[in-house]
């Protein structure tokens, strides 16, 4: 299938890593399949994160199609590029028409990758999930994957100046693939999901060859691993204050 957007932009990353000297650790990409649908599932680090997902299904030479919220396309730079790339938008106050034309991707043989988390988190560890993932790899019957990235939120994260220091790290992670035939127990398949990530961003966290320089660069590091990243509890409790905030803006 001619890609006329998408395999350009591959180029184009893949030159701007060589720029910034990124050092690129990808390992399971054997599990992504070379034909045929598949859901991909990634934790969500990074507003870059979707360009390392996409990376992590390169050697079964497949495209990704994300699916991501439907303001990036009113952007005049990225809404073209989202279009050419044949990404899904998501409305989520219309969630049903997004998951609709996702499936209907993966019925024709896509790949299509969600955050389960919905948005970046502030922990870096993860949140809980939304349930789109499993059902869709259900109703279209085709397995799920979950990939894990790790160092792509010291690079341009939430809350936080972008950095494109040269010589970072960044390490991808694909996991073995979950099977969801019908009738799954959809929240028992979501559990497991969560659970297999993570064992695998414990494990990728384990083998990242960077180090934080010192006092002053912990903030990438979740609490739980020696860092200074907000906890778990307190991420959450971040994130529902910027919702009333939010909330509180719109209607004012």
Same mark, same amino acid.
């Given at each position: 299938m001619?890609?006329?957007?998408?395999?350009?932009?591959?180029?184009?990353?893949?030159?701007?890593?060589?720029?910034?000297?990124?050092?690129?650790?990808?390992?399971?990409?054997?599990?992504?399949?070379?034909?045929?649908?598949?859901?991909?599932?990634?934790?969500?680090v990074?507003?870059?994160?979707?360009?390392?997902? !996409?990376?992590?299904?390169h050697?079964?030479?497949?495209?990704?199609?994300?699916?991501a919220?439907?303001?990036?396309?009113?952007?005049?730079?990225?809404?073209p590029?989202?279009?050419?790339?044949?990404?899904?938008?998501?409305?989520?106050?219309?969630?049903?028409?997004?998951f609709?034309?996702?499936?209907e991707?993966l019925?024709?043989?896509?790949?299509?990758?969600?955050?389960?988390?919905?948005?970046?988190?502030?922990?870096?560890?993860?949140?809980?999930?939304?349930?789109?993932?499993p059902?869709?790899?259900m109703?279209a019957?085709?397995?799920?994957i979950?990939?894990?990235?790790w160092?792509?939120?010291?690079?341009?994260?939430?809350?936080?100046?972008?950095?494109?220091?040269?010589?970072?790290?960044?390490?991808? +992670?694909?996991?073995?693939?979950l099977?969801?035939?019908?009738?799954?127990?959809?929240?028992?398949?979501?559990?497991?999901?969560?659970?297999?990530?993570?064992?695998?961003?414990?494990?990728?966290?384990?083998?990242?060859?960077q180090?934080?320089? !010192?006092?002053?660069?912990?903030?990438?590091?979740?609490?739980?691993?020696?860092?200074?990243?907000? +906890?778990? +509890?307190?991420?959450?409790?971040?994130?529902?204050?910027?919702?009333?905030?939010?909330?509180?803006?719109?209607n004012?």
């Amino acid at each position: 299938m001619s890609e006329p957007v998408y395999a350009p932009v591959i180029l184009a990353a893949r030159g701007a890593f060589g720029a910034l000297g990124l050092h690129l650790d990808v390992r399971g990409g054997e599990h992504v399949p070379r034909t045929g649908g598949a859901v991909i599932a990634s934790n969500h680090v990074s507003y870059l994160d979707f360009i390392f997902v !996409g990376l992590g299904a390169h050697e079964a030479k497949r495209y990704v199609r994300f699916m991501a919220k439907d303001s990036i396309w009113r952007n005049k730079v990225a809404g073209p590029l989202m279009r050419g790339m044949k990404h899904i938008p998501v409305d989520r106050d219309a969630g049903a028409e997004s998951f609709r034309v996702a499936l209907e991707e993966l019925r024709k043989g896509e790949v299509v990758g969600i955050f389960p988390e919905a948005t970046i988190s502030r922990s870096f560890e993860l949140k809980d999930f939304k349930s789109g993932a499993p059902r869709l790899a259900m109703d279209a019957g085709v397995p799920l994957i979950p990939v894990v990235l790790w160092g792509t939120q010291r690079m341009m994260t939430k809350g936080r100046p972008r950095d494109f220091s040269r010589g970072k790290a960044v390490c991808i +992670t694909v996991g073995e693939s979950l099977d969801v035939p019908p009738g799954s127990d959809l929240d028992a398949v979501q559990t497991d999901l969560h659970a297999r990530m993570a064992v695998m961003l414990d494990e990728t966290i384990a083998r990242y060859p960077q180090r934080p320089d !010192g006092p002053d660069d912990t903030w990438w590091m979740p609490a739980r691993h020696g860092g200074s990243a907000p +906890t778990l +509890t307190e991420a959450t409790r971040m994130d529902r204050q910027e919702l009333l905030d939010r909330a509180k803006h719109k209607n004012a």
